[in-house]
């Protein structure tokens, strides 16, 4: 039994999209945030829309 069983960590390595304007995101990000550090996502340079790790709206 692995000792690192409840870690599951969750990386997305498929290109992400900006759900409003539909810019593709960098690969690696600049985190804007404690949350975008803690939990991934992103900021869109182009609109400033912020996305979850899996490349979804975030509410604010």
Do not use: A
Not at 16 to 38: A, D, F, S, V
């Amino acid at each position: 039994m692995s000792i690192f069983k409840h870690l599951k960590f969750k990386v997305n390595f498929k290109k992400k999209y900006c759900p409003k304007c539909n810019e593709e995101q960098p690969k690696i990000r600049k985190p804007k945030g404690w949350q975008e550090i803690l939990w991934g996502g992103n900021t869109c340079r182009n609109c400033g829309c912020k996305m979850d790790r899996l490349g979804n709206e975030r509410e604010k």
